[in-house]
């Protein structure tokens, strides 16, 4: 069973098509690369698989369960499923390990005694063992977005999504945001990211998918797809980035 199946996918918002049937599969482990100019539809695919978008036609399953808008679908989508945005979306009154442990707490009823080994567990993965005790604006934007991705995690999810994670963050600060999510990759986590560092994905992807006007415009391995582009399309949104 992939760990990710879209079918057709159609989505629009009133009568302006966005996705116009996207088709990708996912095996457990793949690390895929999702790049294309803005406007492409890039995040509108990643809310649909966190079910945050319902859609009007084709299908999407993670990790065996189908995503629709109903309620209860959507409740054991979310442990599945982690996602994290451009956005940190911490919450500045809880410090670290308030924040970590309040989805756990809520949606799996995880017990107390449990919660300090979850946030060391999840903390060790992002570099931030010391954190746990600071409140976000404590932290640099790198380290804020290292424990949002530490807060996924904390949900135990078969597949993370990370959208543009750090689009708004200094070039300094990036470096150590990517190499927490190229850490993951090697320690197997399946991953769907979209992103504008191409050296990135072309180094840590398994696969990239080039998406363009609401369709999967090519795929293929980061090889292939940076060294080897098919279309003009792609030939000429990767040109910046190897000059
Ligand atoms: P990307 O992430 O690739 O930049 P998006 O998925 O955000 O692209 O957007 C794809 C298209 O959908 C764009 O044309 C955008 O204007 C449109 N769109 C996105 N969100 C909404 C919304 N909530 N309502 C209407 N149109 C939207
Ligand atoms: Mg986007």
Known sequence: MPALRIENLVKSYGAVPVLKGINL???NGDVIAVIGRSGSGKSTML???????????GAIEVAGHKVDT?????????KEVGMVFQSYNLFPHL???????????????LPRDEQAALVKE????VGLEEKAGAYPDELSGGQQQRVAIARSLAMK?????????????????????LKT????????????LVTHEMGFARRVA??????????????????????????????????????
């Open 181 to 192: 999510i190229a850490e993951l990759a090697e320690a197997g986590m399946t991953m769907v």
């Open 206 to 243: 398994t696969r990239t998918v080039f998406m363009h006007e609401g369709r999967v415009w090519e795929e293929g391995s980061s090889e292939e797809i940076f060294t080897n582009p098919r279309t003009p399309e792609l030939r000429s949104f990767i040109a910046p980035s190897l000059k």
């Open 157 to 177: 999810p078969k597949v993370m999504l990370f959208d543009e994670v750090t689009s708004a963050l200094d070039p300094e600060l990036t470096g150590e945001v």
């Open 70 to 78: 109903a309620s209860t679908h959507l409740r054991a989508l979310r």
């Open 95 to 109: 410090n670290v390990f308030e924040n970590i442990t309040l989805a756990p707490r809520v949606v799996k009823r």
């Open 122 to 125: 999840v903390l060790t993965r």
């Open 25 to 27: 599969s996912v095996e």
């Open 47 to 57: 809310r649909c698989i966190n079910g945050l978008e319902p859609f009007q036609k």
